[in-house]
C-alpha cells in the first residue's frame, strides 16, 4: 500500500468510528480529498485507492489537474473564494461549489454552466464564527440567499458549508458546528430540500460527525502537511 492509500484508509476508520459514536450508518458522511498544493500523482494515488471526489481552494491549481485527469471517473469541489473572472472555469470544469456567499457570484455560474453538462451541485458558504475577514453570509442572511440561489436555473442547491476557527476541544468544536446544523435544519423548515452540510477537517471531523456533517472535507490526513499552508 502507498502511504496516501494507508492515510486514506485510516481517515475512513476515522469515519466510522465517529460514525458508530454518533449513532449515524457511516453511509451518510462522504469523504471529500482535498488535494489542494499536490500534485496530479497524489490524486491518481487516492483514486487507486477508492477515493473519487476531490476538493481544491485554487482554480489555476486545480485547472491542471482537471484536464490531466479528465478522463478519470472523478468529482471535482471548489471549495475556495472564487472571484468573478473566475466564475467561467468554476462553471465549466467542476462539478461542485462549496463557497458561494454572494448572488452575483451565483447568478454568473449559472449563466456560464455549459447546458451539456448536469447543474452545478452547489453549498452555501456560511460564517457560523463570526470572524470578520471571514468568507461566508452570517447566517441571519443565509435563508435569503439560499431562496434565490434555489431560483437559479443551472445551480443545484445542496447545502451549507462552514469553516469554523479551530476550536481548543471537541466539546467547543460541536458547539460552533452546532450552529450550521441548526441553521441547515431552519433552512429545510424553511421548505428548502437541503442533503448537504459540508463542514469538519483532518482536525475536527469528529466533532463534525458528532454534530450532524454530511460530507467532510479531509487534506493533510490524506496527503501530508502542505508545505504552502493553504
Ligand atoms: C484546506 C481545506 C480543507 C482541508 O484541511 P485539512 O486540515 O488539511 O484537512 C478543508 N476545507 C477547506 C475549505 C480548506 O481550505
Redesign the pocket.
Known amino acids: 500500500m502507498t502511504k496516501i492509500s494507508t492515510q486514506l484508509s485510516a481517515v475512513q476508520h476515522r469515519i466510522q468510528t465517529a460514525c458508530l459514536a454518533a449513532g449515524r450508518s457511516p453511509s451518510t458522511v462522504a469523504l471529500?480529498a482535498?488535494s489542494?498544493t499536490f500534485g496530479i500523482d497524489a490524486v491518481q494515488a487516492a483514486f487507486a485507492a477508492g477515493q473519487t471526489m476531490f476538493?481544491e481552494?485554487y482554480i489555476q491549481e486545480a485547472m491542471p489537474k482537471i484536464m490531466a485527469l479528465r478522463h478519470l471517473p472523478m468529482e471535482w469541489h471548489c471549495?475556495?473564494p472564487i472571484q468573478s473572472n473566475k466564475t467561467r472555469l468554476v462553471a465549466e470544469h467542476f462539478d461542485w461549489v462549496?463557497?458561494v456567499d454572494r448572488l452575483k457570484i451565483a447568478q454568473r455560474l449559472s449563466e456560464q454552466r455549459p447546458a451539456d453538462l448536469a447543474p452545478l451541485q452547489v453549498c452555501i458558504q456560511v460564517n457560523v464564527d463570526g470572524g470578520p475577514t471571514k468568507s461566508g453570509v452570517v447566517p441571519a442572511d443565509a435563508l435569503a440567499l439560499a431562496q434565490a440561489v434555489a431560483h437559479l436555473p443551472r445551480l443545484h442547491l445542496r447545502g451549507i458549508?462552514c469553516?469554523p476557527e479551530p476550536a481548543p476541544d471537541f466539546v467547543a468544536a460541536c458547539k460552533l458546528f452546532k450552529r450550521a446544523s441548526d441553521l441547515f435544519e431552519a433552512l429545510n423548515a424553511q421548505g428548502l430540500a437541503l442533503d448537504t452540510l459540508?463542514m469538519?477537517?483532518?482536525?475536527?471531523?469528529e466533532a463534525a460527525i458528532a454534530s450532524g456533517s454530511t460530507l467532510?472535507?479531509?487534506?493533510?490526513?490524506?496527503?501530508g502537511?502542505?508545505r504552502n499552508p493553504?
Open positions: 471529500l482535498v489542494k476538493g481552494n471549495i475556495g462549496h463557497t458549508m469553516i459540508s469538519g477537517m483532518s482536525a475536527d471531523l467532510v472535507r479531509v487534506g493533510s490526513a490524506i496527503f502537511e502542505r493553504g
